[in-house]
């Protein structure tokens, strides 16, 4: 408990202060034999110079059946400041688990995913893949989790050009957690997807999230993501082109509500 601990803390203050992978662990809920969801949502107005509006909303469902899970996520936001759109990015994914009940540790995960990100130049980008998910430590109030996973990528840039590339990729994360009470308690989850032709061509997101339950259904998080791209793509509209930044987060609170 002690080792993981020190583990855990490692962790947040490397990837505390990434949004280009989709963190799939925090929208996990509770296993039962049954239909169970979320639905988050913020919205920030701000006035300047100019007048900014940011929306985003999360929707999760998650069916489980005996040994088998389903999960469906859609995830949108969108921000404008008067007439420029200076974010608009979102994602669907879909993901099957099964969870060997013998054991209870290992799970088979396949999954499928479209997202796209205008900032990022990303006009869209598919995946799909699957692999192994196991779980290293799981008692009272903490939790561990790793999966070495495989995954097809194809992604059309909104460079200039539509540049277009397909790719074979490993797809590792890590997830850990603690529940300091029963309201209150923090996740954390990293991933890390290098090309197998290139272990120098990478993309490593992290989530570190604090949620604070205020009813049965209602929760509140205070999130940082923190993302970061060995290769970011150029963008060939501009009369001078520029490279796209390597490193992006964001920090921002959330309201969820679960069903």
């Not at 059946?65 to 949108?76: E, W």
């Not at 290992?106 to 893949?129: C, D, M, P």
């Not at 049965?216 to 796209?244: G, M, N, R, T």
Request: charged content about 20%; hydrophobic content about 35%; some cysteine.
């Amino acid at each position: 408990m002690k080792l993981f601990s020190i583990f855990l803390a490692l962790m947040l203050f490397y990837f505390a202060g990434n949004c280009q992978l989709v963190n799939i662990e925090e929208r996990r809920t509770a296993s039962s034999d049954n239909i169970s969801g979320n639905i988050s949502m913020s919205a920030t107005l701000t006035q300047n110079t100019k007048q900014i509006i940011h929306l985003k909303n999360n929707i999760g469902i998650q069916w489980d059946k005996g040994c088998n899970t389903f999960l469906v996520f859609n995830d949108i936001t969108w921000m404008k400041a008067e007439n420029d759109d200076l974010k608009n990015s979102g994602f669907q994914h879909f993901r099957y688990n099964y969870t060997f009940r013998d054991t209870g540790s290992i799970t088979v995960e396949g999954f499928a995913q479209h997202q796209y990100n205008k900032v990022k130049l990303l006009e869209r980008r598919f995946i799909s893949g699957g692999g192994f998910r196991f779980r290293i430590y799981n008692k009272e109030k903490t939790y561990l989790y790793i999966a070495p996973l495989v995954m097809y990528e194809y992604e059309l840039l909104d460079d200039g050009y539509a540049s277009e590339e397909s790719r074979i990729k490993a797809d590792f994360y890590i997830s850990a957690g603690y529940d300091f009470t029963q309201n209150f308690r923090i996740g954390h989850v990293t991933y890390y997807q290098p090309m197998f032709s290139d272990w120098a061509d990478f993309r490593i997101s992290s989530e570190t999230s604090l949620i604070f339950k205020l009813t049965k259904k209602l929760s509140f998080s205070i999130i940082f993501d923190l993302a970061y791209d060995s290769h970011p793509p150029w963008d060939y509209k501009l009369d001078v082109p520029e490279q796209i930044p390597d490193l992006f987060y964001d920090f921002r609170n959330t309201l969820k509500y679960s069903f």
